[in-house]
């Protein structure tokens, strides 16, 4: 039957992971791996407790039903007071016994009081309905049929809350045993039983036998059915409720991380931007940034600015290693954003050695700027301690200066969050004119001062020298105290540091894991599961009450009261369509129930023919036939399918598909639903098809004529084909996943049919056969036991269809709940994208990763866990790289005004925009915007070379060039290459590229001069470009913060800075490699560089049409040798990027 995969062709593995989640063993091994096992056995108590309250109301009814028909009904009532006090008082003390059901402190206690009162409620029940018989044989000489015998059969499975399916069983096969011994010691003996052939009497008997062991099947059969809905829907419930804990607990994390990068005022219109362009990526298949047209720039006029450096920072970054750094830096800057916090200070970002940040941001302050010269005072006291405690050589300038700023965040990707304007200027020259150990004031500051509280001293000679100081007429002032700081504010961990994060980012919980969860978990959970509804009939509140019980929820306002369907259609519909994974049980008991009823009819025949045998076959072909379809799966799964390299032949596939066809589509379920409750009825009309009523009634006149005992076996039983109906009502309600109103409506029908024949058809054979009391028409007692199993059947199947709709609810909330995690998760990993590379934050393609790919989603969700996973284990996150390429890109001739900043908005986007490309194969990070100089990095990411050599990456451009950069380098050198220096050239290419957009954007400002002033055009742009070995992490407490570190940075930013106007300046190691891959360099010759003194540095070689000059043709082009070194360098108020 099944093949290995060598030789497989047109086959099929068997795919069972569907209807593996719909059976019982799998869900309860599902609870106890999640640990709810416990809460799972009280919520079916309460389960059980609901189908009890079913039962009060069905007994009574059908107690005071009974009592009523034999009251109106019967000719002599004086014989039936016996009957009537016995079923009274039997009703009284099954209702008063089980009542104690409903104390639930006292069954939580005493759990086995719900065996035990079920078991004394099912004796009573029989031995009232035996002893009324027993008693009117031996005393009135009538031979009763009991009354409820099957009715006590099926409460013992449906309603009675016997905890233990086995026990159930127990009960009530006890219970049939003692109802075939009442049957044979009275029934049989009046009907002449044993007065036939033996061969005769026993068939008759075994008919009897077979009725109880189906309803008994039926009973089990439920049992089964309900445990695995009621189980599915727990376990829904519980992942709902988990998720819905998370997502509360993510929405806050992810608003506190949004506002980590952007102030809440502009964070909120960006949130609700990425919740909204989640919400229709799937209509969109283009790139999604973080932002799109939103420009979020507010002007603050009353504020004050603090810039921050650290002294002797590059000295530190060359000379520690990369743990140490992470550490140290962190522990800084993180007590930096504490003392921000205490002293209600926004901080902006880093940049390298300088920390800068704004009071009077966020909200009006009048006090902002003691704010700002306390925090810098708290600053000097911290940097001071980190110096002693990690025996380093640092210290820190501050300048400080109140005034007016442009605050707010450009472009489309790695949003941060950034101030602009003349004061942010002046305040950055009062830091790097200051004097370490003090704070660098403005005389604007020092006027929103108490003087009387600091010691203040004369500005410094650098801050008198500085021109733009000199111009703007800024006098300034040293300035020192002492500052009261709160030392519950700063967490120290173990190292003695600053504690990783106060972030609390936990990881989202999954369906097939167990996991820790704190008390006030549990304690949610277990209160959520105290409220999930369990029952459509909101009566006996009040005895429940009466017990000190709370009264729990019962009824779900989205499902109608009466006909049970949801009250959107749509949802119902969708309930209505759902796939049927429990069909095989439905049809095992339709197999096992009609086997009966084959084998009862061909007892119950008088004369079998020839088309009644026919008609058996054919029934009993096809319900075998729909049995073998139905669990085909079931046991090639137990056979082979555990084992994933098994694949299956064509008939094998036929009939899985036939299977699953049948599993998903309700009308081909509903077919075959009809066709096995019209083959039911065909056996019904074969056994009354061969009574001759009009014979029947002939020789009952003739016996009472000739006084002589008329033969009742001459025609049908007529209570075996009462239990026959019953039977069938049974597992008509039974069946699974056909629609309620369905299953309803054929059942009356049904119904309707059989009390025809009772009372028309066949009313003189009902007539003559046994009753239930004295001098009751047994006709009438054949459509009581009918109608009663047609009224049980309906209150069971309403309550189970109340419990199947609440688990497809909860089913279709944790669907939606699942969705808004999802997009949640997504927003988190964007605004981790914005803090961290992306192969930290998320995907390794951060804006594939929303364009709807399920590949780019799944990996995006996973590698975020590497940043939150670090903080969850309170553990700083660091790497260090051999080779990074780092490049500084600065556009010229821009005034922080407003007009400047949407330029700056609008190259900012282009840029971000180019990077998509690069982000695609190479992974090319911007780190940062600094005023308007673009950071960015090439290397990051240790895995982009897979990219690249994947083959099914489409080719483009920028993937040709790098393998033909390559190839030129492998043929121009014999020594084994870093496969990773590649970068160099990706990064060369990406500064092109820059170069490229900037002209492209000044060609279409230049084409609409009408509507633009032209003094708003962008001139040009210097590049540096430096390679490597770099360090990166993340640092900061409350504003988590990605840098990176190193040699690289420091000279990257130093060749922009010394740079030309329209070149691409870099060191002379980034030439050597930039050579090797088949693109010349200029020698520019020895250039001062702060920090490293005189360097020979290069000038990438770039033709008219910004293109790479190759080595082999640059020797011809002295032109453009001369074109270069004619072009002057950047103006002096350019600085560098790694200032001490």
């Given amino acids: 039957m099944p093949t290995s995969r060598r030789t497989s062709f047109k086959q099929c593995p068997l795919n069972y992971a569907k209807e593996r989640r719909w059976e019982p063993d799998y869900l309860k091994v599902k609870c106890t791996e999640l640990g709810v096992e416990n809460e799972y056995m009280l919520y079916q108590r309460r389960q059980r407790i609901s189908y009890l309250r079913v039962f009060y109301i069905l007994h009574i009814l059908a107690t005071l039903f009974h009592c009523i028909m034999i009251l109106v009904f019967c000719a002599h009532n004086g014989l039936i007071v016996f009957d009537i006090a016995v079923y009274v008082i039997a009703t009284v003390l099954i209702l008063s016994i089980l009542s104690v059901n409903f104390n639930e402190e006292y069954v939580s206690s005493n759990p086995w009081i719900l065996t035990i009162t079920s078991v004394l409620s099912a004796l009573i029940l029989v031995s009232a309905d035996v002893f009324q018989g027993t008693y009117q044989y031996y005393k009135n000489d009538w031979m009763l049929a009991t009354s409820y015998d099957t009715y006590t059969i099926l409460i013992i499975y449906m309603f009675l809350p016997i905890p233990s399916l086995l026990g159930a069983v127990l009960l009530g096969s006890a219970v049939s045993v003692l109802f075939i011994t009442y049957f044979m010691k009275v029934v049989a003996t009046r009907f002449h039983y044993f007065s036939m052939s033996e061969v005769d009497a026993y068939n008759q008997i075994s008919v009897d036998v077979i009725h109880y062991f189906c309803f008994n099947l039926l009973g089990v059969f439920f049992r089964i059915i309900n445990e695995i809905v009621v189980r599915s829907s727990f376990l829904n419930r519980h992942q709902y409720i988990m998720e819905k804990i998370w997502l509360r607990n993510a929405r806050i994390q992810e608003k506190m991380l949004l506002d980590s990068i952007i102030p809440p005022q502009i964070a909120k219109p960006i949130q609700e931007d990425i919740k909204s362009r989640l919400a229709r990526k799937g209509d969109s298949l283009r790139p999604t940034r973080v932002m799109e047209q939103i420009m979020a720039i507010q002007i603050h006029p009353e504020v004050t600015v603090l810039y921050a450096d650290v002294v002797n920072y590059t000295h530190l970054t060359t000379t520690v290693n990369v743990e140490k750094l992470v550490r140290l830096l962190h522990d800084l800057y993180g007590r930096f954003d504490m003392a921000a916090t205490q002293f209600e200070v926004q901080r902006i970002k880093f940049l390298g050695d300088c920390y800068y940040c704004v009071a009077g941001l966020m909200r009006p302050n009048p006090d902002h700027a003691k704010c700002c010269v306390n925090l810098g005072l708290s600053m000097i006291s911290h940097i001071q301690e980190v110096r002693i405690q990690n025996e380093v050589d640092i210290d820190m300038r501050i300048g400080i200066h109140s005034g007016s700023v442009i605050a707010g965040v450009i472009g489309e990707a790695k949003l941060q969050f950034d101030i602009w304007g003349t004061d942010v200027t002046i305040a950055n020259l009062l830091e790097s004119t200051g004097a370490p150990g003090f704070v660098h004031i403005s005389g604007r500051t020092l006027s929103q001062l108490d003087a009387d509280q600091y ?6 000679e650098s801050a008198l020298a500085e021109p733009f100081l000199r111009e703007k007429n800024i006098r300034t002032y040293l300035l020192t105290g002492e500052v009261n700081m709160d030392p519950d504010t700063y967490r120290l961990d173990s190292w003695g540091s600053l504690s990783v994060s106060a972030l609390d980012i936990s990881e989202r919980p999954e369906f097939h894991t167990h996991f820790a969860t704190d008390d006030s978990i549990n304690d949610e959970l277990r209160e959520e599961f105290k409220n999930m509804p369990v029952s459509g009939v909101e009566l006996f509140k009040s005895w429940s009450a009466c017990f000190g019980r709370k009264t729990q929820p019962t009824a779900d306002p989205s499902i109608h009261k009466i006909c049970l369907h949801f009250n959107d259609p749509h949802l119902e519909w969708k309930y209505l369509m759902q796939s049927d994974y429990m069909f095989k049980y439905s049809i095992l008991l339709a197999w096992c129930s009609g086997c009966s009823l084959i084998y009862i009819q061909l007892i119950e025949s008088l004369d079998p023919c020839d088309i009644c045998i026919v008609i058996n076959f054919f029934a009993f072909f096809c319900l075998t036939a729909l049995l073998l379809i139905a669990w085909y799966k079931k046991i090639c799964w137990w056979m082979y399918g555990r084992s994933d390299k098994i694949l299956f032949n064509k008939s094998n596939c036929r009939i899985f598909r036939l299977h699953d066809k049948i599993v998903r589509h309700l009308t081909v379920r509903v077919c075959i639903y009809v066709l096995i409750l019209a083959s039911y009825f065909s056996l019904i009309v074969l056994i009354m098809v061969n009574c001759n009523w009009e014979e029947f009634q002939m020789n009952d006149i003739e016996s009472k004529l000739y006084h002589y005992e008329m033969d009742l076996n001459m025609c049908f039983h007529p209570w075996v084909v009462t239990n026959m109906v019953a039977l069938i009502i049974g597992v008509s309600f039974t069946f699974a996943r056909i629609p309620f109103m369905v299953k309803t409506v054929i059942t009356l029908c ?42 049980m059947m309906y209150l069971k199947e309403r309550h189970s ?28 990993t964007i605004v981790l994208n914005n803090i961290l590379p992306a192969h930290v934050g998320g995907s390794g393609v951060p804006w594939l990763s929303l364009t709807g790919s399920h590949r780019s989603i799944s990996l995006a969700l996973s590698t975020v866990k590497v940043y939150i996973r670090n903080l969850a284990k309170h553990e700083l996150y660091y790497e260090e790289y051999k080779m990074v390429s780092v490049m500084f890109a600065s556009l010229t001739n821009f005034e922080m005004d407003l007009r400047h900043l949407r330029i700056l908005n609008e190259i900012i986007r282009e840029f971000d925009r180019l990077l998509i490309h690069y982000q695609e194969y190479y992974v090319v990070e911007k780190i940062k915007i600094v005023g308007c100089t673009y950071m960015a990095a090439c290397g990051l990411d240790v895995n982009y070379a897979d990219r690249v050599n994947n083959w099914l990456a489409k080719r483009d451009s920028l993937l040709e060039e790098v393998e033909q950069a390559q190839r030129t380098r492998k043929s121009s050198t014999k020594e084994s290459v870093e496969s990773h220096e590649e970068v160099v050239f990706v990064m060369a290419t990406f500064a092109l590229d820059l170069m490229r957009t900037l002209w492209t954007v000044k060609k279409s400002y230049e084409d609409l001069q009408w509507h633009y002033d032209r003094s708003l055009i962008v001139g040009d742009m210097a590049i540096g470009i430096s390679s490597g070995e770099v360090m990166a992490g993340v640092v900061g407490a409350s504003h988590p913060h990605y840098d990176i570190w190193g040699s690289p940075v420091n000279m990257a930013s130093r060749m922009y800075s010394t740079g030309r106007i329209g070149h691409i300046h870099v060191t002379e190691e980034t030439a050597l490699l930039l050579r090797e ?15 490293a003194g005189r360097i020979p540095t290069y000038f990438v070689a770039i033709d008219d049409d910004y293109h790479f000059v190759p080595v082999t043709q640059w020797s011809q082009t002295s032109d453009r040798r001369r074109s270069v070194t004619g072009l002057g360098l950047l103006t002096d108020s350019s600085s560098s990027y790694e200032d001490d």
């Fill in 801 to 828: 269809e109340f419990n199947n709709k609440i688990g497809f609810e909860w089913s279709v909330d944790l669907t939606k709940k699942k969705q808004d995690a999802d997009e949640t998760n997504q927003s988190i």
């Fill in 750 to 791: 049904f119904t309707i049919v059989y009390m025809v024949i009772i009372f028309f058809q066949f009313d003189f054979v009902f007539h003559h056969s046994a009753t239930i009391n004295p001098w009751f028409p047994s006709e009438i007692a054949h459509g009581m036991r009918i109608l009663i199993t047609l009224f």
């Fill in 455 to 460: 010691t203040i001293f004369p500005g410094t």
């Fill in 1077 to 1091: 891959f088949g693109v010349d360099c200029i020698c520019r010759g020895m250039t001062f560089v702060k920090g």
